[in-house]
Nanobody, 124 residues
Framework: VQLQASGGGLVQLGESLRLSCLVSGSTVADLAFGWVRQAPGREREVVAC????????EYPESVRGRFKISRDNANNLVFLDMNNLRPADTAVYYC??????????????????YGRGTQVTVSS
């Protein structure tokens, strides 16, 4: 499974970004997904996860209500919509996947597949 994230950039406080993850080697319908971020000097943090059948979505309190994970099965894409961005959201964002049947994980080390990250920088 190969994952390729894109869509990062430099934005100002309060603005929005949409990250995309192009999946190859599998179909998005067959995997659970997470978006994981890592800021300099900090541990990886799962900011959104989505179960295989999209029935379960989870977010940490730090982004709940501002971030939304979704998938496009027809085009084999996974998205992370980020609204009302804050400087604390500055990090490299990674798309991650794992073959869980009915749940997803808020633990970064449990994901089997990671793509190259995309930098998100929020200025104040």
């Amino acid at each position: 499974v190969q994952l390729q994230a894109s869509g990062g950039g430099l934005v100002q406080l309060g603005e929005s970004l949409r990250l995309s993850c192009l999946v190859s080697g599998s179909t998005v319908a067959d995997l659970a997904f997470g978006w994981v971020r890592q800021a300099p000097g900090r541990e990886r943090e799962v900011v959104a996860c989505m179960s295989k059948y999209s029935g379960l979505l989870e977010y940490p309190e730090s982004v709940r209500g501002r971030f939304k994970i979704s998938r496009d099965n027809a085009n084999n894409l996974v998205f992370l919509d980020m609204n009302n961005l804050r400087p604390a959201d500055t990090a490299v964002y990674y798309c991650a996947a794992v073959d869980f049947d009915h749940h997803c994980s808020m633990t970064a080390r449990l994901y089997d597949y990671y793509g190259r990250g995309t930098q998100v920088t929020v200025s104040s």
